[in-house]
């Protein structure tokens, strides 16, 4: 996998929920973000390689959580930085990723507007 062009924000995002996935490739495409989907270890694979500005991080999977997964990416010296935003559709979880070391949080469903905020705000890119 290649990097982003310098310039391009990209936005890695784990989930394994197909619609999820589609949601969230379409609409930061079209806000002009290099998006890239992958699940359990290959996403820390891709979160090492591609290095992207920001990973959104669904909570609640088979393979590895993403409690599990976040821990993985803190370990890594390459990805340790890379802001971390965790989501999920359960309160309890959000509750536990308010102790993990995630660096914001989206509850699903979410608004698209909250989506493009929270991602510009952790990518350097709020207008």
């Known amino acids: 996998m290649t990097p982003p062009p310098a310039g391009l924000k990209s936005i890695l ?10 949601l969230l490739t379409d ?5 002009g973000y290099d998006v890239v989907s992958a699940v359990g270890g290959q ?10 500005s920001v990973i959104l991080l669904d909570l609640m999977m088979p393979e590895m959580d ?4 976040s821990k993985h990416l803190r370990a890594d010296p390459v990805t340790a930085g890379i802001p971390i935003i965790a989501m999920s559709a359960q309160e309890k979880l ?11 949080q ?3 469903p979410f608004h698209l507007r909250t989506l493009y905020s929270t991602v510009a705000e952790w990518c350097g890119t709020a207008r």
């Open 13 to 22: 995002v784990v989930d394994d929920d197909p619609d999820i996935v589609d």
């Open 27 to 31: 609409a930061l495409s079209s806000e």
């Open 43 to 52: 996403a820390l694979a891709v979160a090492h390689e591609w290095q992207p």
């Open 66 to 69: 993403g409690i599990e997964m």
């Open 94 to 104: 959000m509750e536990i990723a308010q102790e993990m070391q995630v660096n914001d």
């Open 106 to 108: 989206l509850a699903k």
